[in-house]
């Protein structure tokens, strides 16, 4: 299966946290494997509440109003079967990078982690039960912002003195993503309108970022019209939603070789630019 290649970020000892996850019985589909839009949690789990938390660097940033915003996400799921009993090993990263972009450049914090666990079923046998192998793979880019300064003096043009970039990165907008497949697609694209509601919000007063790759694979799937199973998915985002906001996903089918997939975009009456999109991979 073709899946989305993740950037390499480098393994630092003081940069790296290991731990657990525990899953719940809607994180695994019916045959056992893992659903694509549920892998970034294990990373928020080791990477934000287990690792960044309490790393000095976190610190030092808060002190000048300095904050990490995502604005790409990618996953890349294996076909490694799961009981819901199993508690995934996971392995976390951060780096630091630098992308070169319109306007100047933009420091991010870059977040990765990969899953592992033992082969099996809740409720069924598999073969070679109990053989660790790997579940998947993700990685977050954030953004640094000072997000309560006047509009002109929230980008960053420096890092606290101390820390480096260690990568240098693409500026990705949501319109890139698009055109990587614009050679490849299969018909025209389907469309829904909804309306966001509060059940698609969290603490940060907007819609959840992990709302979207979810709606993008139902109508995407719409699109093929078949009961598939995302299997990865490259998604960047340029502006939130916000309960009440009225949008438009398209979805337009992409094929890869063998491979079945979508490319997909949310957009806003009034608007020029999609305020999301993605590129998705199916099985």
Known sequence: MHAPELPDVARDPERTQEGRVRLRYEDLA?????????????????????????????????????????????????????????????????????????????????????????RGRTFAKVERAGEVERVARVYGEHVFTRLFAPPEERRVRALPEG????????WVEPEDLLRADEGLVDGEPVRRAMRFSLVHTDSNQHVNS??????????????????????????????????????VIFAQRVRRGETRGARVWLEVEGETRPRCAARLWFR
């Open 163 to 170: 820390l480096a970039v260690q990568a240098e990165r693409p």
């Open 210 to 247: 992990l709302a979207y790759p979810r709606l993008f694979e139902e109508v995407a799937l719409d699109a093929w019209g078949e009961p598939w199973l995302g299997r990865g998915f490259d998604v960047a985002y340029r502006k939130p939603c916000f309960a009440g906001d009225e949008v």
């Open 30 to 118: 019916q045959d056992g494997r893992m659903k694509a839009d549920v892998v970034p949690f294990a990373m928020s789990e080791i990477c934000w509440r287990q690792l960044l938390v309490r790393h000095a660097m976190t610190a030092r940033l808060q002190a000048e109003g300095i904050l990490p915003i995502l604005r790409r996400l990618i996953v890349a799921a294996d076909e490694t079967p799961l009981s819901t009993m199993a508690e995934p090993e996971v392995t976390g990263s951060f780096g630091l990078a630098l992308a070169r972009a319109k306007g100047g450049d933009r420091f991010l914090l870059e977040l990765t982690a990969e899953l592992r666990g033992p």
